[in-house]
């Protein structure tokens, strides 16, 4: 579906991608790390036909900056920073259904379903919205189209976890349709949504692996953690994960998003010397907020 | 033609929502109360039509603003987008490359062009309500002279845009290209005349190039066309075109050279990198 030939880019005496030739087929989940300067951004924009470049770049058979228009049309971008957009939500959602022909409805339903009542803030600055909204709002104008590309920067950074939940849900209704490409600096923060893993280091390719593929991306664990005494700062932080308290603040149990799984490791490992134990088990419910409201 | 329409509505509504705007907007308008309230009724009484003189120093100090709002908010606006990202992520959606820079720059134009027409229309309105003559004929040239004066700067604005990589560049470069144009004004042509002893051709060319005294001479030549007011390059000038073949020149060239410029810039813009 995507075919990176041999492509190079350079910024004055600087080489910023060196040779890179990859192909990415239709299903592939593809997590694109490197350190800072790897060259991750520069490959995504030579992608999106932003960056002319030696070499070629081909999307579904045609020549990406050649054939601009068409081919971003079938292209769901995600960037990592927001653009400072002073127009408001309404007409950002209405130029981009505009020109991508699509129904604006779709947007601001996908919008809703991660959190974001984008229709109450129809008339705000898209500026002026928190980290979190503006991430869930370019989530929502990606998904809410129909395309078969997904290029996302860091999508779920900035998400709170049932929204991130929400994303992944999102993004398995895709994955036999699409290629997805997810830049990270951080092959955890990525590694249960993809895969296959390409890393970059100083613009050229350093590893290109397929990834086991075993946790389902819809997938929810139910979770359990006794602790040794109360904590307030682990009390607040597993509360913005959906969990509630039993035993006056000893058992903490609540959802987990199937690929949230390290990252929900990651977090607990702050307070190891708290943990008593933890259960994880597959659920059978299908949403977080589902079982955070049964919990 | 949708995606060029999306582009324009999204400048527009951009300019609409920003400071720059308004405060355009209130010189125009200020100058427009200012003169009413200074020149209309002494002028009477010198026995000029009020408007007449109205407009043309409407024109002069229209002439002065005009361009350097246009050259610096276009600039500001076009290259500081592209470096706060505003560019990676738009032009990632499938709009032409055509659509979205000439859609922006008929936006720009509209929205620069608005508050000075309408300014000039407030005038007429007054004059109408006070019982003075309208000029219908100098009315309609000036508005033609102003709508490709504006166009002219926007293009030049467009090209800079396009070249500086950095909003800070593209300022100190619109600035300058604006404060040459006005160095060779009539007055400077008529210094460099005297001590260079530079050819009358080439002076004459000079004046001819440069939009801002295209302008100046032609919205003179309707009110008053004396040596006094023209200048010594402007008469000699009158003298080779006559009064039609000036009027003519000060139409087409500036719209010209607007529309070189932005189609250069056009060029750069769609053969280079983005954002």
Redesign the interface.
Known sequence: MIRFDNVSKHFRRTTVLDGITLTIGQGDRVALVGSNGAGKTTLIRCLLGEYICDGEVILAGQEVRAHRTEILKRVGFVPQIPPPLKMPVQQLISFAAGVCDSDPDKMYAVSEQLGLAAGSFRKHPFVKLSGGQKQKLLIAIALGRDCDVLVMDEPAANLDPEARHVLFKLLAEKQNDAAMIISSHRLDEVAALVNRVIELDQGKVVLDDHVADAVDMDSVLNCRISLTRPDSAFAETVREWGFVESDDGRVWSGPVAGPDRLRFLGVLSRYAGLLNGIVMEESTDAAVSEGSNNA | M??LL?AAM?DI??SL??RWFLIYSLIFGGIIVALFMTGLTESRVMGFTGLSRLLVTYLQITMAILPVFVLLTTVRSVAGDRE??????????????AAWYWGKMLGRFIVVFLPVILAMLLAMVWAAFKGADIPWNQVLFYTGFLIVLAWCFLGIGMLISSLARSADVAQGAAFMVWLFLLLFLDLILLGVIIKQGMPPEGVIAIALANPLQVFRTASMLLFDPQLVLLGPSAYVILDHFGRTGYLVWALVYPLLLGTLCAWIGYWIFR?????
Not at chain 2, 271 to 275: F, I, Q, S, T, V
């Open positions: 949708k995606h999306l999204a509504n951009e929502r920003s706060a990202g505003v560019f990676e992520y738009l032009l990632s959606l499938p709009v032409g490359l053969r280079g990198d983005l954002p």
